[in-house]
C-alpha cells in the first residue's frame, strides 16, 4: 500500500494505489469502518481500566505508529534530489507495511528561501510530526523552523546543516567531504600547479562549505585556482561552463576541480576538445564512471550519498517513538555527522563499475545507515 502526498509548486496531489481493506489500513484520508462500535454496548465492557489508570498508562507508553512525515526539497533539477526523494518514498512503504507511519507528504519544486518556507508551513499545517528538509540556506529558514518546532514538530536536515537549534542536522560534513578530492588533485598537479573550479549553486549551503573545504587544501599544498565558475550541479551546464574555461585558461591550468552533477558534464568537455591531459575530479555516479572507465582517465569519484534522506527518517522515527539522541553525539549542540562514505580511483574502479551496473547514468552510488547504526546515536 502507497500513500504520499506530493506538494509542487503550491498545489497538493494525493498519489496512492490501495485496495479496500479494513480500517487498520490508514492512509491519511478518512476511514470509514464498517462494523461501528455501539458506544452503548461498550459502556458495559468489563474490565475496562478506570480514566486514572488508562491515563497513566498513556503518559508511560510511547507512540507506537500513525506517524505523517513531511519533506520539504526546494531544488528538483538534479538526478540526485531524484534519487534522495525515490529513496524516502521507497522506505517509506516499508514501514507502512510494518504500521509504523500513515503518510508521506512531498513539497517537490524550485523554490527560492520564501517558497521554501511556505513549504514548511504548508507541512506545519498539514499536521505532520516530522520534517526532513534539504535546505535552501543555512540561516534564511530559522524562523519557520522555530515555528514548526513550537507546533511540536521535529526538523531534521539533511545533506547541508542550518544553524537553527530547532533542527538536528543529519548530515556528512561537506567541506571534509570536498576536502578528499582536493587533497588528491592537490598532489596530482603538485605545489606550483595551477587549476580552474567548476562549483555548483552560489550561495548554498553545500556547495560554500565544498568550495571552503576545497580551497583551504589549495591553499595549503600551494596549487593555485586560475578561476572559478557555477555550473549548478547540473551535467549540462558544466560541459558548457568547463568549454568556456577551457578557452581561456587551457593553455595555463593543469587540473579541474569539480563536484556533483558537474563533474560528468566537465569530463564530457575534455574529451571533446581532447584535453584529458588535465587532471579532473568527479563524483562516483553511474555515467561519471562510465566514462571514466572507456577513457582510461585517472580520476578520483567520491560518494555524496543521496540515502542520507532515509537516514533522517530513521533518526526521525526513533525520535518520534519515545528515543532520545545522545547528546555526546552531537557536532555543535544539533548536527549528527555520519560517516564519510569510500572513494574510489583507479585502483578499486572496477568496485565502482560493480556497484553502478544496470543503473541509470544520473544514479550515485549510495549509503543508507540501518537502523541498528542509527540506534548507535541513541541513548
Known amino acids: 500500500m502507497r500513500s504520499f502526498r506530493v506538494r509542487s509548486k503550491g498545489v497538493l496531489a494525493l498519489v496512492m494505489a490501495m485496495s479496500l481493506v479494513v480500517a487498520a489500513c490508514g492512509n491519511g484520508e478518512e476511514v470509514v469502518d464498517d462494523d461501528p462500535v455501539d458506544t452503548d454496548d461498550a459502556e458495559d465492557v468489563d474490565d475496562e481500566p478506570d480514566d486514572e489508570e488508562t491515563d497513566d498508562a498513556d503518559a508511560d507508553a510511547a507512540p507506537d505508529g500513525g506517524f505523517t512525515i513531511g519533506v520539504s526539497n526546494g531544488f528538483t533539477a538534479s538526478e540526485w534530489r531524484t534519487q534522495m526523494i525515490d529513496n524516502l518514498e521507497e522506505a517509506f512503504e516499508e514501514y507502512q507495511e510494518q504500521g509504523l507511519v500513515e503518510d508521506l507528504i512531498i513539497e517537490n519544486d524550485d523554490v527560492d528561501e520564501a517558497g521554501q518556507i511556505e513549504q514548511i508551513r504548508n507541512l506545519v499545517n498539514a499536521g505532520v510530526d516530522a520534517i526532513i528538509i534539504n535546505p535552501n540556506s543555512p540561516d534564511a529558514l530559522n524562523a519557520a523552523f522555530d515555528e514548526a518546532a513550537a507546533e511540536g514538530v521535529l526538523i531534521y536536515a539533511v545533506d547541508q546543516a542550518v544553524t537553527s537549534e530547532s533542527v538536528t542536522n543529519v548530515v556528512i560534513d561537506q567541506g571534509e567531504w570536498a576536502q578528499i578530492s582536493a587533497e588528491w588533485l592537490a598532489d596530482e598537479v603538485g605545489e606550483g600547479g595551477e587549476i580552474v573550479m567548476v562549483n555548483g549553486i552560489a550561495g548554498h549551503p553545500a556547495n560554500e562549505a565544498r568550495v571552503s573545504g576545497a580551497t583551504s587544501v589549495f591553499d595549503e599544498a600551494g596549487v593555485e585556482v586560475v578561476a572559478e565558475a557555477n555550473a549548478d550541479w547540473s551535467q549540462a551546464e558544466g560541459q558548457t561552463v568547463m568549454q568556456e574555461l577551457l578557452s581561456q585558461y587551457g593553455d595555463q591550468i593543469d587540473g579541474v ?32 564512471l562510465r566514462l571514466w572507465d572507456e577513457n582510461d582517465v585517472d580520476t578520483i569519484g567520491v560518494i555524496n550519498p543521496p540515502g542520507v534522506g532515509v537516514t533522517a527518517m530513521r533518526v526521525a522515527l526513533q525520535e518520534l517513538q519515545g528515543g532520545t539522541i545522545d547528546e555526546g553525539q552531537l557536532t555543535d549542540g544539533n548536527t549528527l555527522l555520519l560517516p564519510l562514505p569510500e572513494h574510489f580511483t583507479n585502483e578499486n574502479l572496477d568496485e565502482a563499475l560493480e556497484r553502478a551496473e544496470d543503473e541509470p547514468d544520473g544514479y550515485s552510488l549510495d549509503i543508507i545507515l540501518s537502523e541498528e547504526e542509527v540506534a548507535e546515536f541513541f541513548e
Open 257 to 288: 576541480w569539480a563536484q556533483d552533477g558537474t563533474a560528468e558534464g566537465v569530463l564530457r568537455a575534455l574529451i571533446d576538445e581532447d584535453r584529458l591531459d588535465l587532471t579532473t575530479t568527479g563524483e562516483a555516479r553511474a555515467g561519471y
